[in-house]
């Protein structure tokens, strides 16, 4: 009888906690860095989905139609690491990002005003740059017949390496947009005098590289509403309106400075506002008071 091979068998019941120990170590080292990347891109996905699930529910049941061939491919290459399956894998945990970077994946990373929806964004792309490098790497290698390092050798790889920045940036992205998020959200400072006025409604507005995100947004007739804008340039600005003949302008301060006023409309119409220092030329966007 062959001597069998105590680096590849699966513990089984009887074995010694030594031998148990090598085998499970041995099951272990099979991981290598792609085949760990190929996975997580499925759990950035997922954590992704579960983040938009809770500003949007009825995103999560046409998103998870698109992440049951990541599900399929990712147990197939857990169960057996061939290159065809890292391929599928790498492939198919990316789909849902690859899909949704023409309407608006990439140009929604520059706004972190939108809170849950901006995480999401960042983890979707986050999937698709740990799980298709990998998935393309782990077949190449594969059909090549290359020898991947275990998955301890292999991150601390010029790869591997590249792979922590990039998580490391998108966990700072996070941070940094939930902080911005809850700061434009958060009441103003008490002290001040009280209104008997309800507040109703809220909007956010991000000035950025000399130009307002969103341009345009509605009001409501009647509705007293809370404008917050966050300017990240590094120069003055001010928004600039007219309502009812009455012009108002606020300043905001650059740095990362926040502004909060209230505004109160009588009439359906739009009104254009701006920043109005001459060097803002285009800085500009639209209220659109509309009837509740």
């Known amino acids: 009888m062959a001597p069998s091979d105590n680096k590849t068998r699966v513990p089984k019941e009887g074995d010694s906690e030594g031998t148990a120990a090598v085998n499970g170590a041995s099951r272990w080292a099979e991981w290598t860095l792609n085949r760990v990347l190929v996975v997580a891109g ?5 954590l992704a989905l579960a983040v938009l699930g809770s500003s949007d529910p009825s995103l999560v049941g046409p998103s998870l139609i698109l992440l049951l061939p990541g599900f399929v491919s ?27 970077i023409p309407f608006g994946l990439i140009l929604a990373l520059g706004d972190p005003l939108t809170g849950p929806i901006y995480n999401a964004v960042v983890l979707a792309m986050l999937s698709l740059l740990l799980a298709l490098p990998a998935g393309i790497l782990g077949y190449m290698g594969g059909q090549a017949g ?44 008490g002290g001040g005098p009280v209104y008997d006025i309800p507040q109703t409604a809220s909007i956010s ?30 120069g003055l600005h001010t928004f600039t309106y007219s309502n009812n003949g009455t012009p108002y302008s606020h300043d905001l301060l650059p740095g990362g400075g926040v502004t909060r006023f209230y505004v109160l409309f009588s ?10 220092p001459s060097s803002d030329v285009g800085m500009n966007g639209t209220m659109r008071i509309v009837a509740p």
């Open 42 to 46: 499925l759990v950035s996905m997922v």
């Open 205 to 234: 507005v991000l000035a950025s590289n000399s130009r307002f995100s969103p341009t345009t947004f509605n009001i409501t007739i009647g509705r007293v509403t809370k404008i917050t804008v966050l300017n990240e340039d590094d």
């Open 146 to 189: 290359r020898r991947e390092p275990p998955f301890a050798e292999g991150i601390r790889s010029f790869q591997g390496l590249t792979v922590v920045a990039v998580v490391a940036v998108c966990i700072g992205a996070i941070a940094a947009g939930s902080l911005a998020y809850q700061n434009l959200n958060a009441p103003p400072p």
């Open 267 to 276: 009439s359906v119409g739009d009104v254009p506002f701006a920043s109005t």
């Open 74 to 100: 990712t147990g197939l290459l857990i169960w057996r690491p061939r290159p065809g399956f890292f391929a599928l894998a790498g492939v198919a945990n990316s789909l849902l990002a690859i899909i949704t």
